[in-house]
């Protein structure tokens, strides 16, 4: 898997896709296939048929239990865009600085789950650890 190819969930952007493959990422907008309002659970179907990662903006995925189980389950690379802005071309700005990201979503074997903003892009695990040392910080 040489060439990330991106699915970009209904809660982004569709010029964000055409941004992207401006800068040389392979991308596609559920808008722009026609799998608007398709469930998360056909989205990330779709992506594993189609050996896609998938981008999103939608937390409650990975914040619901049985959404977060059928993603773990499905083995597809995801990226959670953690941007508060809706402007494209800060978006953008986000994904192409994380690019490297979005190339070991595919090039590293099995299933990768990052969180990306402006400032980072960490694992599900690095995720996790940092919320842990939140809740720490807020019990003291």
Same mark, same amino acid.
């Given at each position: ?21 401006? &800068?040389?990422? %392979? !991308? ?9 309002? $398709?469930?998360?659970?056909?989205? =990330? ?24 189980? &059928?993603?773990? %389950? !499905? ?9 508060? $802005?809706?402007?494209?071309?800060? =978006? ?39 919320? $842990? ?8």
């Amino acid at each position: 898997m040489g060439c990330v190819s991106l699915l970009l969930d209904e809660s982004l952007p569709p010029q964000l896709a055409d941004c992207l493959q401006g &800068v040389g990422l %392979e !991308s596609e907008s559920v808008l722009g296939i026609d799998r608007r309002s $398709q469930s998360d659970e056909e989205l =990330i179907q779709y992506c594993k048929d189609h050996e896609k990662v998938f981008i999103t903006r939608d937390k409650r995925i990975y914040g619901n239990k049985h959404q977060r189980q &059928v993603l773990i %389950e !499905s083995g597809i690379s995801t990226v959670f865009l953690l941007e508060a $802005q809706d402007e494209p071309a800060r =978006i953008l700005r986000t994904v192409t600085t994380h690019y490297e990201c979005l190339r070991e979503a595919l090039s590293t074997p099995g299933q990768q789950i990052y969180f990306m903003r402006r400032g980072s892009c960490r694992t599900r695990q690095e995720e996790e650890r940092r919320k $842990q040392r939140k809740r720490r910080k807020k019990g003291k």
